[in-house]
């Protein structure tokens, strides 16, 4: 692949990286690489930023939703899962909306990691009032209302 098309994949991947969070976080998040593995934080641009989330079938949002639910189906990635978690709440998407991926994906990954993602996720929340909002987890449930029942 050319150098020219690399720095297209990461110019843009970096534009949409910094969609998913506050400059803080994301250079913070890039700097932890700097030290030790420079070429993975360029990877990680490139690749997951630049080409997958480039990609047209999904929204961001959509996108976001699914990472939450393959970050908490996996384990083991908690630190991932925070970053992520964030980053659905800069995208926009309510926190009633984050634990209710986790709840679903107890059917697929089992109790232990989706109490683990919820665990995680109350810590992100706890963290960024400002982007948790005010309704908290006391809100209603939108898989509640009438006009939604299955």
């Given amino acids: 692949m050319s150098a020219e098309r690399e720095s297209e994949r990461y110019t843009e991947g ?12 994301v250079d913070g998040f890039l700097s932890a690489f700097t030290q030790h593995a420079p070429d993975l934080g360029t990877y990680v641009v490139e690749f997951v930023c630049g080409d997958l989330l480039r990609r047209p079938g999904l929204s961001l949002r959509e996108k976001e939703l699914v990472t939450l639910t393959a970050l908490a189906c996996q384990g083991g990635a908690e630190g991932v899962l925070a970053l992520h978690v964030k980053a659905a709440l800069y995208l926009g998407i309510s926190t009633q909306e984050i634990i209710a991926v986790f709840i ?47």
Wanted: hydrophobic share 40%; proline share 7%.
């Fill in 14 to 25: 970096l534009r949409l990286l910094r969609q998913l969070g506050d400059p803080t976080t």
């Fill in 104 to 150: 679903h994906a107890t059917a697929y990954a089992g109790f232990p990691r989706a109490v683990t993602a919820v665990a995680v996720a109350g810590k992100v929340f706890a963290e960024n009032p400002e982007l948790a909002g005010t309704a908290g987890l006391d809100a209603e449930d939108p898989d509640r209302r009438e006009d939604e029942q299955l």
